[in-house]
């Protein structure tokens, strides 16, 4: 596990409260930490990127995110923008493998583990979504989206 800063061990915390609101807040927080990491320029290219999938330019949209993770390796936000860009594709083993780096580069990425378990649930892999849902929980025990999901996964089994 990395070494986190002050902040990141105070939203880490806050996840778990029992005060939804401070969940909330902190869960708002992280996703404008992960999506400011490269300055105003990385958050632009996600924002092109974004307005070009809502108007359903998805080639346009992949090589825009596709720029970016070149430009940027370590940007796990473009990563898992585009994991989401191929999920909603129905490209799910491109979408896994980019859930894999983002989780690779941050690994309290809920919304990455999240997103690696819908991959494997989809293809019918439903002990490594399982394991991914259980890996988002750690991360965000409040989320019952992901309670629900293993249990789904777990009848399927």
């Not at 370590?74 to 923008?81: I, P, Q």
């Not at 994991?83 to 919304?111: M, W």
């Not at 019918?124 to 988002?136: D, E, L, N, S, V």
Request: charged share 25%.
């Amino acid at each position: 596990m990395k070494d986190f800063d002050i902040q990141t061990l105070q939203l880490l915390a806050q996840l778990k409260d029992p005060d939804e609101g401070i969940r909330e807040q902190a869960t708002a927080d992280f996703w404008n930490l992960w999506l400011n990491q490269k300055g105003e320029l990385g958050l632009e290219y996600l924002k092109r990127a974004q307005a070009l999938l809502d108007n359903g330019e998805f080639t346009k949209a992949e090589q825009i995110l596709t720029k970016t993770i070149q430009n940027y390796p370590d940007f796990a936000e473009a990563w898992n923008r585009r994991a989401v860009l191929y999920y909603t594709q129905s490209r799910y083993l491109k979408s896994q493998k980019d859930c894999q780096k983002v989780v690779e580069l941050n690994p309290i990425h809920f919304g990455a583990w999240h997103g690696l378990g819908l991959c494997y649930a989809a293809v019918g892999k439903y002990k490594p979504a399982i394991h991914a849902f259980r890996k988002a929980l750690e991360i965000q025990p409040y989320a019952t989206i992901n309670q629900k999901l293993i249990l789904e996964c777990t009848m399927r089994l």
